[in-house]
């Protein structure tokens, strides 16, 4: 059974960073393309960033393009997003996602969730 466990959230001053990570146990983890989403209050869950199984695509969502990087270490079975200038508008829970396909809002596995905000 696959599981994800995301860490990193916090309080942060806009202009600052924050590094999410997303443990991942189960089967094979160099199997699985993974993606970062997040859902802010009253609002739908959105895409935020995605990585192909072996690390080779990136894609984003041209709202945090040039401010987020997704990176994975298929070592460590950890997939993480480095997020700088950061904005009041990412405030919002960061959910991981794992998919053997492509990681997108219908991805397989979910983990529970961080809390992200950022102060102005």
């Known amino acids: 059974q696959v599981q994800l466990v995301e860490s990193g959230g916090g309080l942060v001053q806009a202009g600052g960073s924050l590094r999410l990570s997303c443990a991942y146990s189960g089967h094979t983890f160099s199997s699985y393309a993974m993606g970062w989403f997040r859902q802010a209050p009253g609002k739908e869950r959105e895409f935020v960033a995605d990585?192909?199984?072996?690390?080779?695509?990136?894609y984003y969502a041209d709202s945090v393009k040039g401010r987020f990087t997704i990176s994975r270490d298929n070592a460590k079975n950890t997939v993480y997003l480095q997020m700088n200038s950061l904005k009041p508008e990412d405030t919002a829970v960061y959910y991981c996602?794992?998919?053997?396909?492509?990681?997108?809002?219908?991805?397989?596995?979910w983990g529970q969730g961080t809390q992200v905000t950022v102060s102005s």
């Open positions: 996602a794992a998919d053997s396909r492509r990681a997108t809002l219908s991805a397989a596995y």
């Open positions: 990585i192909s199984w072996g690390g080779g695509r990136t």
